[in-house]
């Protein structure tokens, strides 16, 4: 699997994991790892969804769940397509 195929699947298990309702950063990463991936996988779409404004925290707290934006929501639908 080329690294973009493999980063698109990792992005779609991320956002599927966050329709379902906000997950802390730990329980997300959780999530994910169990499906595929490695940490620094993980690390690097996390950190990709988050600056490009397809994930956001729930609240300014610390502690605050992320969950998904509109953006993507239409992301997901793109790549259904």
């Given at each position: 699997m080329?690294?973009?195929?493999?980063?698109?699947?990792?992005?779609?298990?991320?956002?599927?994991?966050?329709?379902?309702?906000?997950?802390?950063?730990?329980?997300?990463?959780?999530?994910?790892?169990?499906?595929?991936?490695?940490?620094?996988?993980?690390?690097?779409?996390?950190?990709?969804?988050?600056?490009?404004g397809?994930?956001?925290?729930?609240?300014?707290?610390?502690?605050?769940?992320?969950?998904?934006?509109?953006?993507?929501?239409?992301?997901?639908?793109?790549?259904?397509?």
């Open positions: 080329k690294k973009r195929e493999r980063d698109l699947h990792l992005a779609r298990i991320v956002l599927a994991e966050l329709l379902a309702g906000p997950l802390r950063r730990r329980d997300l990463e959780k999530r994910t790892l169990i499906k595929c991936g490695t940490r620094a996988t993980f690390d690097s779409i996390f950190t990709f969804l988050k600056a490009q397809y994930i956001a925290k729930v609240s300014e707290v610390y502690t605050a769940p992320y969950q998904i934006t509109e953006k993507s929501k239409r992301f997901l639908e793109a790549l259904s397509s």
